[in-house]
């Protein structure tokens, strides 16, 4: 039996929030200067490949994950550790490496032509680690925030293995790359046929993470877009017997984690200990969280959750806090099963992404907090989400709060007669119980259409 028909849930509800409003304020604020219809601006939350115009060759980062000091270089294309999600961060965006959730910056954030971009542990604070794009002729350029210098391939190599650094921004085709999304295979250039070494042509492929995962790949879902499957646990069962705090990056390697002494209660305590805690902008990648797993995971302000996988949700899968209106949220890839009530609880504000995921017998994949003493507008993004029966309610927002929730590719598996509700309005309120408030796409706050939603026997 699940755990879903033996543990009723009540108390506070939860929400999650819209990366339109993100990019809206992103290209008004000059992310993306001078992009023009010729070259689409890249999009923060999306994994790219980036390819140099002069070699055809790719951004790569170090083989092991998570590296400090270790220098770029580009090589082959195809090849692994050549995944990288831009991800918003002040006046530009962040390039982290998907391999292994760390940040491209200039050492020692030297201003001058030739210092190395390398690969270093996240700062939202660091200019260095901060990058704006320009659209030109060929590509795009990629300026650091902290210098005013673009990356750049060293004395414009074409060779697989040169090392990349930052240097004066001019229209040489080694300060100039293209963003393909991963998945896709790069074009080709001229410069890439006619030398040897090059190979443009080659077909990104999903990569891992470093660590073994029975499905995963670099970007926390296929790489191509996909749902991935159930995973097969890696090695023996990790034990917590009390929370696990990561400040910069926690990768499991695919292994199954349960929750004992304090942890292993399986209550639904609101305040119960949760089994791993994400302090602002942290990572949490490849886990796999069993049963009992106390309150699962708490975020204190942006983070992402990258193939994470709840067997069997205790109280809530995962709480979102923090206080920043401009704060992300993102779970790329995973899935949840057995939530009698919220999968995601989002208290605090911010946007939240939910792409990539499966859910199954479930009460709300998200639910904006009905009844916070401290509310604020939220938004949610589901993008390429399965969601299979038994279930009530894809998401619930407070309309009368400004929450808005966008909503595209969800299919949802065994509803032949359409009982789940796609997106539930509700009356946010400080105290009470929130009531509610009409359901349906509405152009306003439920942000989809039909053809948004697919059902499958």
């Known amino acids: 039996m699940s755990k879903r028909a ?39 939350g999306t994994a790219y490949t980036l390819v140099n115009a ?13 590296a400090d000091g270790v220098q770029l270089t580009q090589a082959g294309c195809g090849g692994q550790a050549q995944t990288w999600t831009l991800t918003a961060s002040g006046g530009g965006f962040r390039l982290v490496a998907a391999h292994g959730g760390a940040c491209a910056g ?63 921004c001019d229209s040489a085709a080694a300060k100039r790359w293209a963003f393909k999304t991963a998945g896709t295979a790069p074009t080709p250039t001229a410069s890439a046929i006619a030398k040897p070494g090059a190979s443009a042509t080659a077909k990104p492929t999903a990569t891992a993470t470093g660590k073994p995962t029975a499905t995963a790949t670099a970007t926390g879902g296929t790489g191509t877009g996909a749902v991935p499957a159930w995973p097969t646990p890696q090695g023996a069962d990790v034990p917590l017997t009390s929370t696990q705090q990561v400040a910069k990056l926690f990768d499991g390697g695919g292994k199954r984690f349960v929750g004992k002494g304090a942890l292993g209660t399986g209550g ?80 605090g504000p911010g946007t939240f992404v939910i792409k990539n995921f499966r859910v199954e017998d479930f009460g709300k994949l998200y639910r904006s907090c009905g009844n916070c003493k401290t509310q604020y507008p939220r938004h949610v993004v589901i993008d ?62 439920c942000l989809y259409t039909a053809a948004d939603v697919t059902y499958k026997p």
Do not use: Y
């Not at 990058?131 to 697989?160: I, M, Q, Y």
């Not at 590719?409 to 539930?424: E, P």
């Open 54 to 66: 002069a070699s055809g060759l790719c951004l790569q980062a170090p083989p092991t994950a998570g």
């Open 268 to 347: 639904q305590s609101e305040s119960q200990p949760a089994m791993f805690e994400l302090a602002d902008g942290a990572v949490l990648q490849n886990v796999i969280l069993g049963d009992p797993a106390a309150d699962g995971v708490h975020c204190k302000g942006s983070c992402t959750l990258r193939n994470v996988w709840w067997e069997n949700v205790g109280e809530d899968a995962a709480t979102f806090k923090g206080t920043s209106a401009a704060q992300v949220m993102t779970v790329d890839g995973g899935g949840a099963r057995g939530a009698a009530d919220k999968v995601f609880q989002h208290n």
């Open 384 to 445: 390429n989400v399965i969601a299979t029966t038994p279930g009530k309610k894809i998401v619930g927002i407070n309309s009368n709060l400004g929450d808005t929730a966008r909503i595209t590719r969800l299919t949802v598996v065994g509803d032949s007669s359409r009982k789940i509700t796609v997106c539930q309005r509700f009356t946010g309120v400080t105290s009470g119980e929130p009531k509610e408030a009409g359901s349906g796409p509405d152009g306003t706050n």
């Open 106 to 168: 200039v050492r020692d954030a030297k201003t001058g032509a030739g210092a190395a971009v390398q690969q270093e542990a996240c700062d939202d604070a660091a200019a260095s680690q901060r990058w704006t794009v320009t659209a030109v002729e060929g590509g795009f350029r990629v300026v650091n925030a902290g210098s005013g210098k673009c990356l750049a391939v060293k004395d414009g190599s074409t060779a697989a293995g040169a090392p990349v650094q930052q240097n004066s």
């Open 6 to 44: 033996i543990r009723p849930k009540r108390g506070r509800i939860a929400a999650l929030g819209g990366v339109a409003a993100l990019m809206t304020a992103g290209i008004a604020g000059g992310l993306w200067a001078g992009a023009d219809a010729a070259a689409p601006a890249p999009t923060p």
